[in-house]
């Protein structure tokens, strides 16, 4: 599960035996989300509206890295840091 980016102290990570549809997930603290890349929408678990608002607004200008991310994740392969 690696750490691919902090965002305002939320981890976003993407597992090994990653599904469809193309997501990432958000971890701070004891909340954690899964976000679809699509949409950008929460599909599961819950943030924090603030740090929830930072994930969303980061993701936007990262949608092809982070599709590139969840490919990687799905292959098994080395899933490269986003800045």
Do not use: C
Request: aromatic fraction near 8%; avoid cysteine.
């Amino acid at each position: 599960m690696p750490v691919v980016a902090k965002v305002d102290g939320v981890q976003i990570l993407f597992y090994a035996n990653e599904h469809p549809p193309p997501h990432f997930h958000a971890r701070i603290a004891k909340h954690q989300a899964v976000i679809d890349i699509e949409t950008l929408s929460v599909i599961e678990g819950f943030l924090p509206i603030a740090k929830r608002r930072s994930i969303l607004s980061w993701a936007a200008t990262r949608t092809d890295a982070l599709h590139a991310a969840f490919m990687q994740a799905t292959s098994h392969g080395k899933v490269e840091r986003i800045a």
